[in-house]
Antibody, heavy 119, light 110 residues
Framework: EVKLVESGGTLVQPGGSLRLSCVTS????????MAWVRQAPGKGLEWVANIKQDGSEEYYADSLKGRFTISRDNTKNSVHLQINSLRADDTAVYYC????????????WGQGTLVTVSS | QSVLTQPPSMSGTPGQSVAISCSGSRSNIGSNYVYWYQQFPGTAPKLLIY???QRPSGVPDRFSGSKSDTSASLVISGLRSEDEGDYYC???????????FGGGTKLTVL
């Protein structure tokens, strides 16, 4: 069974940093792109970033470039999202998902981890 | 404001068919595959349609997708109460070099 489990979400103050993790199992991790998607409370889905199988290519949403960094560890079947200079509008559930190529074919998704940015 | 435009809400009665539209541009829908995701409150999204019109195993054939030029459509036929939820289209954008989601359509089954 394919499983993706996110962690690292918490309450953080504006200006702070956070590293989200997604540990996977049930598939050959290093043969898939991995992606992060977020959803603010009561809002729609927002694609955040994805990373190639060997980590050699990363793509980011234009509005998030510079503060977000996606990385992966193929020895631990995990993908990470580093978020710096957190702002209130970064408050969201962050989902990791298995990707197909650089595209937006995302299947399956993890259950999500909630990041709350507030003082 | 999303690059891909969907109606915010739609409704239908059991047994009816509904079509959810997704409008984009040449750099996204016009050049790449379209995907559709289904989401119920409090749960993660689920892939519903891939490569414009393909259904993953387990998705009923009541769900169908199509694409024409810079627009796409998700049709749900034989509407059922359990179809009530949020539906999102998605596509890669070559100009922005990133993924895009539509704003989502909330489907209500009356």
């Amino acid at each position: 069974e394919v499983k993706l489990v996110e962690s690292g979400g918490t309450l953080v103050q504006p200006g702070g940093s956070l590293r989200l993790s997604c540990v996977t199992s049930g598939f050959t991790f290093n043969t898939y792109y991995m992606a992060w998607v977020r959803q603010a409370p009561g809002k729609g889905l927002e694609w955040v970033a994805n990373i190639k199988q060997d980590g050699s290519e990363e793509y980011y949403a234009d509005s998030l470039k510079g503060r977000f960094t996606i990385s992966r560890d193929n020895t631990k079947n995990s993908v990470h999202l580093q978020i710096n200079s957190l702002r209130a509008d970064d408050t969201a559930v962050y989902y990791c998902a298995r990707g197909e190529h650089y595209d937006v074919l995302l299947d399956p998704w993890g259950q999500g981890t909630l990041v709350t940015v507030s003082s | 404001q999303s690059v891909l435009t969907q109606p915010p809400s739609m409704s239908g009665t059991p047994g009816q068919s509904v079509a959810i539209s997704c409008s984009g541009s040449r750099s996204n829908i016009g050049s790449n595959y379209v995907y559709w995701y289904q989401q119920f409150p409090g749960t993660a999204p689920k892939l519903l349609i891939y490569y414009n019109n393909q259904r993953p195993s387990g998705v009923p054939d009541r769900f169908s997708g199509s694409k024409s030029d810079t627009s796409a459509s998700l049709v749900i036929s034989g509407l059922r109460s359990e179809d009530e939820g949020d539906y999102y289209c998605a596509a890669w954008d070559d100009s922005l070099r990133g993924g895009m989601f539509g704003g989502g359509t909330k489907l209500t089954v009356l």
